[in-house]
């Protein structure tokens, strides 16, 4: 707890002297077409690729923002044309709920703060979207959904490569299996990281370490591309450079079992350049690399198939669905359901590593 309350103190989410008044009654003049969304959190993937997907997106639009750091919110209003009733703190945030300019709060924090704010964006009746990892724990995240329900909101969490075309194609064929059956899956992630930046993902406690970060996403294409559930976990981390890596692990490398003997083996580490995903079939075989890059997804098949259709913004794409999902009122894409699972095993990943004994899943 202490971590984190250096971490809020560090970015300015416990404010003093700053004082952005909730707007709690006012008349819009404009048509709802387009869904109110507002952003928790202003770090790099809020203003780097979020705010400016927003810019492109058809169904939902940035219309109010949540900061702990004053000196950004004239910045972001004078970009976004942001009104002061649309700017809130970390202590105004339930005030939302008086404000029907926003319909959506996402929540783009630490991991480890996703469960706390989430759960409060879901209490002010506003729709949730949730950056992944959904969360540090599966307990959370059922926390999240819980709230979720109880206040009949839609939840959905970030994985914008399931709304990515080549990735569609993949998940189908996991249900097509157009290459005979699926028999091996992988699915690895890294960067040879020389100089890791001293930032959040450094901190255990605060959800960092790239098993979180994206090996998330290495654990969620083994199960939409076998279209199944693992059964059994075995993994271990390795540290090559432990006075860097102190809290988290520079490389996990882990192996999942799947009914029908299907195997998968995934790795995730900050010392090997490595972006694919490839499926191992009976007649065949397909993969792509990258498949998981914000410039793009790329990938073939055994057959000479090409996996290569370019749409020009992920995190564009991801929103239009999840906010036409929310218009139409149809189940989200991602759910909170499917975001969990992947927590379950990323904490039976950790566990099969600290004790050296593969993990049965039920």
């Known amino acids: 707890m202490q971590k984190r309350r250096t971490f809020i103190k560090k970015t300015g989410l416990l404010l003093s002297g700053i004082s952005i008044l909730p707007h709690y009654a006012f008349k819009s003049n404009f048509q709802k077409r387009k869904l109110g969304v507002c952003l928790v959190g202003l770090g790099n993937y809020s203003e780097n690729l979020l705010a400016p997907a927003l810019q492109l997106t058809e169904y939902c639009e940035l219309r109010g923002i949540v900061t702990g750091s004053p000196k950004k919110i004239p910045v972001w209003q004078k970009r976004h044309g942001i009104p002061d009733k649309n700017v809130y703190n970390y202590d105004t945030i339930g005030a939302i709920a008086n404000n029907p300019e926003i319909d959506v709060i996402y929540i783009v924090l630490p991991t480890g703060l996703h469960s706390e704010y989430a759960i409060i964006a879901a209490n002010t009746g506003k729709h949730v979207w949730c950056e992944k990892p959904m969360a540090k724990t599966a307990v959370e995240c059922q926390a999240i959904i819980d ?11 970030g994985y914008r490569m399931q709304h990515e075309p080549n990735t569609q194609k993949v998940i189908e064929w996991a249900k097509t299996k157009p290459f005979g059956a699926i028999e091996k899956v992988k699915a690895e992630i890294g960067w040879n990281i020389t100089n890791p930046p001293d930032i959040w993902r450094m901190d255990a406690e605060l959800g960092g370490g790239l098993i979180y970060d ?16 693992p059964i059994a976990v075995a993994a271990h981390h390795e540290n090559t450079r432990p006075e860097v890596y102190k809290e988290v692990q520079e490389t996990s490398i882990f192996k999942l079992d799947f009914p029908s003997g299907v195997k998968a083996s995934g790795k995730t580490t900050a010392a090997e350049n490595v972006n694919i995903l490839r499926s191992d079939c009976k007649n065949g075989w397909y993969e792509l690399s990258p498949f998981q890059a914000y410039n ?10 090409s996996l290569n259709t370019y749409i020009e ?4 794409t991801q929103m239009d669905d999840d906010a036409l999902a929310i218009l139409e009122n149809r189940p989200m ?17 950790n566990e099969s590593a600290n004790t050296g004994k593969e993990v049965k899943l039920s």
Request: net charge positive.
């Open 147 to 157: 709230a979720c329900t109880k206040n009949k909101v839609k939840l959905s969490i």
């Open 214 to 229: 994206v090996g998330v996403y290495c654990i969620n294409a083994m199960r939409y591309t076998t279209g199944m559930e």
């Open 296 to 305: 793009g997804v790329k990938g073939k098949a055994s057959d000479g198939t």
């Open 313 to 316: 913004n992920q995190q564009a």
């Open 333 to 349: 894409m991602v759910s909170g359901e499917e975001g969990m699972k992947d927590i379950v095993i990323v904490e039976a990943i």
